[in-house]
Protein backbone atom coordinates (compact mmCIF):
# COMPACT_ATOMS: atom_id res chain seq x y z
CA UNK A 1 0.00 0.00 0.00
CA UNK A 2 0.75 3.56 -1.10
CA UNK A 3 1.48 5.36 1.99
CA UNK A 4 0.18 9.25 1.85
CA UNK A 5 1.59 11.67 4.71
CA UNK A 6 -1.20 14.54 5.56
CA UNK A 7 0.47 15.97 8.68
CA UNK A 8 1.02 19.41 9.30
CA UNK A 9 4.44 18.40 9.71
CA UNK A 10 6.38 16.15 8.69
CA UNK A 11 4.84 16.88 5.24
CA UNK A 12 5.52 14.52 1.54
CA UNK A 13 8.88 16.03 0.14
CA UNK A 14 8.31 16.12 -3.76
CA UNK A 15 10.77 13.10 -5.36
CA UNK A 16 12.92 15.37 -6.92
CA UNK A 17 14.08 17.27 -3.70
CA UNK A 18 14.58 13.87 -2.53
CA UNK A 19 16.64 12.61 -5.42
CA UNK A 20 18.83 16.37 -4.98
CA UNK A 21 19.47 15.33 -1.46
CA UNK A 22 20.35 11.77 -2.35
CA UNK A 23 23.55 12.80 -4.20
CA UNK A 24 27.42 12.35 -3.23
CA UNK A 25 27.73 14.60 0.24
CA UNK A 26 30.17 17.81 -0.27
CA UNK A 27 31.84 19.13 2.42
CA UNK A 28 30.53 22.33 3.97
CA UNK A 29 34.12 24.33 3.90
CA UNK A 30 34.53 24.29 -0.07
CA UNK A 31 33.33 27.09 -2.64
CA UNK A 32 30.64 24.55 -4.14
CA UNK A 33 28.81 24.91 -0.78
CA UNK A 34 29.57 28.39 -0.44
CA UNK A 35 28.23 28.78 -3.76
CA UNK A 36 25.14 26.66 -3.21
CA UNK A 37 24.42 29.07 0.55
CA UNK A 38 24.47 32.20 -1.55
CA UNK A 39 21.74 30.71 -3.74
CA UNK A 40 19.78 29.42 -0.64
CA UNK A 41 20.65 33.32 1.47
CA UNK A 42 18.83 34.85 -1.06
CA UNK A 43 15.88 32.29 -2.14
CA UNK A 44 15.21 32.68 1.75
CA UNK A 45 15.41 36.41 1.75
CA UNK A 46 12.61 36.04 -1.91
CA UNK A 47 10.34 34.23 0.31
CA UNK A 48 10.33 36.22 3.74
CA UNK A 49 9.57 39.56 1.40
CA UNK A 50 13.20 40.78 2.63
CA UNK A 51 16.55 42.68 2.91
CA UNK A 52 17.66 41.17 6.05
CA UNK A 53 19.79 37.70 6.65
CA UNK A 54 17.31 34.66 6.96
CA UNK A 55 19.61 32.30 9.41
CA UNK A 56 19.60 28.83 9.07
CA UNK A 57 20.24 26.96 11.87
CA UNK A 58 20.42 22.73 12.33
CA UNK A 59 17.88 22.42 14.55
CA UNK A 60 14.01 21.53 14.73
CA UNK A 61 11.73 25.28 14.49
CA UNK A 62 11.74 25.21 18.35
CA UNK A 63 15.72 26.11 17.75
CA UNK A 64 14.84 29.02 15.85
CA UNK A 65 12.18 30.01 18.68
CA UNK A 66 14.56 29.71 21.21
CA UNK A 67 16.99 31.80 19.46
CA UNK A 68 14.32 34.56 18.92
CA UNK A 69 13.85 35.13 22.63
CA UNK A 70 17.77 34.87 23.72
CA UNK A 71 18.80 36.94 21.23
CA UNK A 72 17.03 40.12 21.93
CA UNK A 73 15.74 39.97 25.40
CA UNK A 74 17.24 40.23 28.80
CA UNK A 75 17.22 38.64 31.92
CA UNK A 76 13.51 40.28 33.74
CA UNK A 77 12.33 41.69 30.79
CA UNK A 78 8.23 41.72 31.05
CA UNK A 79 6.60 40.11 27.84
CA UNK A 80 3.06 39.03 26.55
CA UNK A 81 2.54 35.35 24.68
CA UNK A 82 -0.37 35.00 23.08
CA UNK A 83 -1.18 31.63 24.28
CA UNK A 84 -4.10 30.51 21.65
CA UNK A 85 -2.85 26.63 21.48
CA UNK A 86 0.42 23.93 22.14
CA UNK A 87 2.48 26.63 20.01
CA UNK A 88 1.90 29.65 21.94
CA UNK A 89 2.58 27.65 25.13
CA UNK A 90 5.45 26.75 23.89
CA UNK A 91 6.94 30.42 23.46
CA UNK A 92 5.59 30.97 27.37
CA UNK A 93 7.40 27.98 28.38
CA UNK A 94 10.68 29.06 26.67
CA UNK A 95 10.54 32.35 28.13
CA UNK A 96 9.95 31.34 31.51
CA UNK A 97 13.37 28.89 30.95
CA UNK A 98 15.60 32.32 30.54
CA UNK A 99 13.63 33.71 33.75
CA UNK A 100 11.47 36.67 31.46
CA UNK A 101 8.69 38.25 33.31
CA UNK A 102 5.97 36.39 31.43
CA UNK A 103 2.00 37.56 30.65
CA UNK A 104 -0.06 35.27 28.78
CA UNK A 105 -3.11 36.27 26.81
CA UNK A 106 -5.06 33.55 26.81
CA UNK A 107 -6.85 32.60 23.80
CA UNK A 108 -9.75 30.13 23.44
CA UNK A 109 -8.57 26.95 21.23
CA UNK A 110 -9.58 27.86 17.87
CA UNK A 111 -9.89 31.23 17.59
CA UNK A 112 -7.71 34.32 16.93
CA UNK A 113 -6.32 36.70 18.98
CA UNK A 114 -7.65 40.46 18.98
CA UNK A 115 -5.35 42.39 18.64
CA UNK A 116 -7.11 45.25 20.87
CA UNK A 117 -6.45 43.15 23.59
CA UNK A 118 -2.54 43.41 22.74
CA UNK A 119 -2.87 46.98 22.50
CA UNK A 120 -4.32 47.18 25.98
CA UNK A 121 -1.86 45.00 27.47
CA UNK A 122 0.96 47.01 26.14
CA UNK A 123 -0.99 50.44 26.70
CA UNK A 124 -1.82 49.52 30.85
CA UNK A 125 2.47 48.37 30.69
CA UNK A 126 4.30 50.00 29.03
CA UNK A 127 7.91 48.02 30.67
CA UNK A 128 6.23 45.24 27.99
CA UNK A 129 9.79 44.50 25.87
CA UNK A 130 8.01 42.34 23.11
CA UNK A 131 5.37 40.44 21.74
CA UNK A 132 5.12 36.72 20.95
CA UNK A 133 2.49 35.14 18.57
CA UNK A 134 2.08 32.51 16.56
CA UNK A 135 0.81 33.22 12.64
CA UNK A 136 -0.61 30.35 12.06
CA UNK A 137 -1.12 27.98 15.33
CA UNK A 138 -0.55 24.76 14.18
CA UNK A 139 -2.46 22.76 17.26
CA UNK A 140 -5.92 24.48 16.46
CA UNK A 141 -5.66 25.81 12.46
CA UNK A 142 -6.45 29.04 13.65
CA UNK A 143 -4.39 32.28 11.91
CA UNK A 144 -3.65 34.84 14.11
CA UNK A 145 -3.80 38.68 12.71
CA UNK A 146 0.00 39.23 12.54
CA UNK A 147 -0.12 42.51 10.19
CA UNK A 148 -2.61 43.92 12.55
CA UNK A 149 -0.35 43.04 15.42
CA UNK A 150 2.63 44.26 13.61
CA UNK A 151 0.49 47.94 13.22
CA UNK A 152 0.35 48.16 17.01
CA UNK A 153 4.23 47.61 17.72
CA UNK A 154 5.46 48.88 14.81
CA UNK A 155 5.95 52.35 16.13
CA UNK A 156 6.94 51.38 19.54
CA UNK A 157 10.81 51.80 19.41
CA UNK A 158 10.76 49.52 23.07
CA UNK A 159 8.16 46.67 21.83
CA UNK A 160 9.42 43.50 20.12
CA UNK A 161 7.17 41.57 17.52
CA UNK A 162 8.50 37.70 17.55
CA UNK A 163 6.53 35.71 15.35
CA UNK A 164 6.61 31.68 14.96
CA UNK A 165 5.82 31.68 11.19
CA UNK A 166 6.72 28.12 11.13
CA UNK A 167 3.21 27.19 9.24
CA UNK A 168 2.76 30.15 7.77
CA UNK A 169 5.64 31.66 5.64
CA UNK A 170 5.16 30.23 2.63
CA UNK A 171 1.65 29.88 3.10
CA UNK A 172 -0.02 32.77 3.62
CA UNK A 173 1.69 36.69 3.18
CA UNK A 174 4.24 37.23 6.02
CA UNK A 175 6.15 40.42 3.63
CA UNK A 176 8.60 41.20 7.13
CA UNK A 177 9.97 44.32 5.86
CA UNK A 178 6.60 45.69 5.01
CA UNK A 179 4.40 45.12 8.35
CA UNK A 180 7.15 45.56 10.55
CA UNK A 181 7.91 42.35 11.76
CA UNK A 182 10.90 41.89 14.49
CA UNK A 183 11.74 38.39 14.48
CA UNK A 184 10.35 35.52 12.30
CA UNK A 185 11.09 32.38 12.41
CA UNK A 186 10.12 29.11 9.88
CA UNK A 187 10.92 25.42 9.38
CA UNK A 188 12.10 22.99 6.87
CA UNK A 189 9.40 20.56 7.06
CA UNK A 190 6.37 22.50 6.34
CA UNK A 191 5.77 24.60 3.53
CA UNK A 192 9.25 24.13 2.76
CA UNK A 193 8.56 20.48 1.63
CA UNK A 194 11.83 19.20 3.12
CA UNK A 195 12.67 16.18 6.23
CA UNK A 196 12.43 18.38 9.71
CA UNK A 197 16.13 19.40 10.92
CA UNK A 198 16.37 23.21 9.76
CA UNK A 199 14.94 26.24 10.83
CA UNK A 200 15.29 29.61 10.06
CA UNK A 201 14.82 33.14 11.55
CA UNK A 202 15.18 36.85 10.74
CA UNK A 203 15.74 39.91 12.43
CA UNK A 204 14.68 43.63 12.24
CA UNK A 205 17.35 46.98 12.90
CA UNK A 206 14.72 47.09 15.55
CA UNK A 207 15.70 43.55 17.06
CA UNK A 208 19.49 44.42 16.35
CA UNK A 209 19.50 47.27 18.62
CA UNK A 210 17.80 44.69 21.84
CA UNK A 211 20.52 42.50 20.73
CA UNK A 212 22.95 45.03 21.58
CA UNK A 213 21.77 44.78 25.40
CA UNK A 214 20.87 41.10 25.67
CA UNK A 215 22.24 39.42 28.31
CA UNK A 216 20.56 35.98 28.03
CA UNK A 217 22.98 33.22 27.52
CA UNK A 218 23.34 31.62 24.15
CA UNK A 219 26.26 29.79 22.16
CA UNK A 220 25.10 27.30 19.09
CA UNK A 221 21.54 30.09 18.74
CA UNK A 222 24.20 32.94 18.75
CA UNK A 223 22.46 35.26 16.27
CA UNK A 224 25.51 38.01 15.59
CA UNK A 225 27.73 34.78 15.30
CA UNK A 226 25.47 33.62 12.13
CA UNK A 227 25.16 36.77 10.75
CA UNK A 228 28.71 37.09 10.74
CA UNK A 229 29.31 33.86 8.81
CA UNK A 230 25.99 34.29 6.35
CA UNK A 231 28.08 37.48 5.08
CA UNK A 232 30.78 34.94 3.88
CA UNK A 233 28.19 32.15 3.07
CA UNK A 234 28.90 29.71 5.69
CA UNK A 235 27.31 28.76 8.62
CA UNK A 236 29.68 29.08 12.10
CA UNK A 237 28.87 25.62 13.12
CA UNK A 238 28.56 22.45 10.68
CA UNK A 239 25.39 22.70 8.62
CA UNK A 240 23.29 20.23 7.85
CA UNK A 241 24.70 20.10 4.39
CA UNK A 242 22.20 17.86 2.78
CA UNK A 243 19.25 19.57 3.85
CA UNK A 244 20.20 22.52 2.26
CA UNK A 245 21.45 21.26 -0.85
CA UNK A 246 17.55 20.27 -0.69
CA UNK A 247 16.23 24.15 0.13
CA UNK A 248 17.97 25.19 -2.76
CA UNK A 249 16.26 23.23 -5.20
CA UNK A 250 12.93 24.11 -2.82
CA UNK A 251 13.77 27.93 -3.47
CA UNK A 252 14.57 27.15 -7.29
CA UNK A 253 10.70 26.00 -7.49
CA UNK A 254 9.37 28.40 -5.40
CA UNK A 255 10.87 31.47 -7.12
CA UNK A 256 9.75 29.34 -10.49
CA UNK A 257 5.71 29.63 -9.07
CA UNK A 258 6.34 32.82 -7.25
CA UNK A 259 4.91 34.19 -4.03
CA UNK A 260 1.73 35.09 -5.26
CA UNK A 261 0.83 31.53 -6.94
CA UNK A 262 2.07 29.76 -3.65
CA UNK A 263 -0.22 31.46 -2.03
CA UNK A 264 -3.14 31.12 -3.88
CA UNK A 265 -2.48 27.40 -4.03
CA UNK A 266 -2.57 26.92 -0.39
CA UNK A 267 -5.95 29.36 0.02
CA UNK A 268 -7.76 26.99 -3.04
CA UNK A 269 -6.60 23.87 -1.35
CA UNK A 270 -7.52 24.81 2.33
CA UNK A 271 -11.21 26.56 1.45
CA UNK A 272 -11.87 23.06 -0.92
CA UNK A 273 -11.04 21.10 2.26
CA UNK A 274 -12.85 23.60 4.57
CA UNK A 275 -16.00 23.23 1.99
CA UNK A 276 -15.88 19.50 1.68
CA UNK A 277 -15.91 18.58 5.29
CA UNK A 278 -19.10 21.11 5.99
CA UNK A 279 -20.54 19.28 2.71
CA UNK A 280 -20.79 15.87 4.37
CA UNK A 281 -22.17 17.64 7.73
CA UNK A 282 -18.52 18.10 9.78
CA UNK A 283 -17.41 21.34 11.70
CA UNK A 284 -14.22 22.82 11.04
CA UNK A 285 -12.54 23.26 14.67
CA UNK A 286 -11.52 27.08 13.97
CA UNK A 287 -14.24 30.11 14.57
CA UNK A 288 -12.35 32.93 13.39
CA UNK A 289 -9.65 32.94 10.78
CA UNK A 290 -8.50 29.54 9.99
CA UNK A 291 -5.35 28.86 8.52
CA UNK A 292 -4.74 27.72 4.93
CA UNK A 293 -1.87 25.87 6.36
CA UNK A 294 -3.86 23.28 7.45
CA UNK A 295 -7.78 22.44 8.37
CA UNK A 296 -8.45 21.41 11.59
CA UNK A 297 -11.97 19.16 11.22
CA UNK A 298 -14.27 17.77 14.07
CA UNK A 299 -14.99 14.54 13.96
CA UNK A 300 -18.27 13.02 14.94
CA UNK A 301 -18.83 13.00 18.44
CA UNK A 302 -20.18 9.29 18.55
CA UNK A 303 -17.34 8.22 16.61
CA UNK A 304 -14.47 10.21 17.71
CA UNK A 305 -11.11 11.26 15.66
CA UNK A 306 -8.99 8.55 17.43
CA UNK A 307 -11.12 5.95 14.98
CA UNK A 308 -10.86 7.85 11.79
CA UNK A 309 -7.42 8.88 12.28
CA UNK A 310 -6.78 4.20 12.50
CA UNK A 311 -8.81 3.89 9.65
CA UNK A 312 -7.70 6.32 7.15
CA UNK A 313 -3.96 4.50 8.31
CA UNK A 314 -5.04 1.02 7.81
CA UNK A 315 -7.65 0.90 4.78
CA UNK A 316 -5.77 3.98 2.36
CA UNK A 317 -2.32 4.43 3.84
CA UNK A 318 -2.91 7.69 5.18
CA UNK A 319 -1.27 9.54 8.08
CA UNK A 320 -3.17 12.43 9.55
CA UNK A 321 -2.99 14.42 13.18
CA UNK A 322 -4.65 13.80 16.22
CA UNK A 323 -5.42 16.38 18.21
CA UNK A 324 -3.70 17.51 20.97
CA UNK A 325 -4.49 18.34 25.16
CA UNK A 326 -8.74 19.00 24.86
CA UNK A 327 -8.71 18.90 21.29
CA UNK A 328 -7.30 15.10 21.33
CA UNK A 329 -9.74 12.23 20.03
CA UNK A 330 -11.92 15.52 18.97
CA UNK A 331 -10.75 16.89 15.84
CA UNK A 332 -8.20 15.56 13.07
CA UNK A 333 -5.71 17.95 11.72
CA UNK A 334 -5.36 17.63 7.29
CA UNK A 335 -2.05 19.62 6.13
CA UNK A 336 -2.42 21.72 2.78
CA UNK A 337 1.79 21.90 2.87
CA UNK A 338 3.96 19.79 1.72
CA UNK A 339 4.05 17.92 -2.05
CA UNK A 340 0.61 18.19 -1.52
CA UNK A 341 -1.85 18.85 -4.89
CA UNK A 342 -5.74 18.73 -6.22
CA UNK A 343 -5.76 15.60 -6.45
CA UNK A 344 -4.22 14.80 -3.47
CA UNK A 345 -6.98 16.53 -1.56
CA UNK A 346 -9.82 15.14 -3.53
CA UNK A 347 -8.53 11.77 -2.80
CA UNK A 348 -7.99 12.31 1.00
CA UNK A 349 -12.11 13.77 0.70
CA UNK A 350 -13.18 10.70 -0.77
CA UNK A 351 -11.04 8.30 1.53
CA UNK A 352 -12.89 10.46 4.67
CA UNK A 353 -16.33 9.79 3.09
CA UNK A 354 -15.35 6.13 2.54
CA UNK A 355 -14.11 5.87 6.27
CA UNK A 356 -16.94 7.67 7.65
CA UNK A 357 -19.74 5.20 5.88
CA UNK A 358 -17.82 2.22 6.93
CA UNK A 359 -17.84 3.69 10.69
CA UNK A 360 -21.97 4.38 10.14
CA UNK A 361 -21.81 7.99 10.24
CA UNK A 362 -25.17 9.48 8.17
CA UNK A 363 -24.13 11.95 5.53
CA UNK A 364 -24.92 12.71 1.50
CA UNK A 365 -22.23 10.50 0.53
CA UNK A 366 -20.33 11.75 -2.49
CA UNK A 367 -20.93 15.27 -1.91
CA UNK A 368 -17.79 16.44 -0.29
CA UNK A 369 -15.91 15.19 -2.83
CA UNK A 370 -18.44 17.31 -5.05
CA UNK A 371 -18.11 20.45 -3.57
CA UNK A 372 -14.18 20.10 -3.24
CA UNK A 373 -13.69 19.37 -7.09
CA UNK A 374 -15.79 22.59 -8.05
CA UNK A 375 -13.65 24.55 -5.93
CA UNK A 376 -10.70 23.19 -7.07
CA UNK A 377 -11.42 22.44 -10.77
CA UNK A 378 -14.48 24.62 -11.43
CA UNK A 379 -13.99 27.91 -13.73
CA UNK A 380 -14.29 30.33 -11.16
Not at 171 to 200: N, W, Y
Not at 278 to 285: H, P
Request: charged letters at 25%; one cysteine or more; glycine letters at 8%.
Amino acid sequence: MKNYIFTPGPVAVPSEILIEMAKPIMHHRTKEFESIFAEVREGLKYIYDTKQEVFILAASGTGAMEGAVVNTLSRGDKVVVVNGGKFGERWGKICRAFGLDTQELMVEWGHSVDPADIKKALDKDPSIRAVLVQASETSTGAMHPTREIADITRHRDDVLLIVDGITGVGVFPLPFDEIGIDVMVGGSQKAFMLPPGLSFAAMSEKAWKFNKTSDLPKYYFDFKAAQKNAEKNTTPYTPAVTLIIGLAAVLRRFKEEGRESMFRRHAKLSLAMREGMKAIGLDIYVKDVPSPALTTVVAPPEIGSSKVIKALSSEFGITVADGQDQAKGVIFRVSHIGDIEKTDTLFFISAIESVLHKLGYKFNYGAGTKKASEILFGDK
